[in-house]
Nanobody, 114 residues
Framework: VQLQASGGGLVQAGGSLRLSCAGSKIILSRYIMAWYRQAPGKQRELVAS???????NYADSVKDRFSISRDNPENTVYLQMNNLKSEDTADYYCNASLMRTSYWGKGTQVTVSS
């Protein structure tokens, strides 16, 4: 099983990025998918999640700016990030979870310059 995260980069404050998480040897539509982030010196935190029925959940800090979505035929989950702020700078990780099973992808780095 592999989760391949991509789409990170350097962007100016106010800009946008779209992160992708592609699944290999795993059917992502069967899992609760989530994006987490970890900034230097801080704990990993949940950014957004989406369940199999499409119900989404967001951290208060990203509500109205970030949007999580699925493309089931492409077996990919996205995180659209708009109006980025310097405090969004972090490594972003995708996660697939189902009951006691949890898979993590390698992080993709997002750096927002002010």
């Amino acid at each position: 099983v592999q989760l391949q995260a991509s789409g990170g980069g350097l962007v100016q404050a106010g800009g946008s990025l779209r992160l992708s998480c592609a699944g290999s040897k795993i059917i992502l539509s069967r899992y609760i998918m989530a994006w987490y982030r970890q900034a230097p010196g801080k704990q990993r935190e949940l950014v957004a999640s989406i369940d199999g029925g499409g119900t989404t959940n967001y951290a208060d800090s990203v509500k109205d700016r970030f949007s999580i979505s699925r493309d089931n035929p492409e077996n990919t989950v996205y995180l659209q990030m708009n109006n980025l702020k310097s405090e969004d700078t972090a490594d972003y990780y995708c996660n697939a979870s189902l009951m006691r099973t949890s898979y993590w992808g390698k992080g993709t780095q997002v750096t927002v310059s002010s």
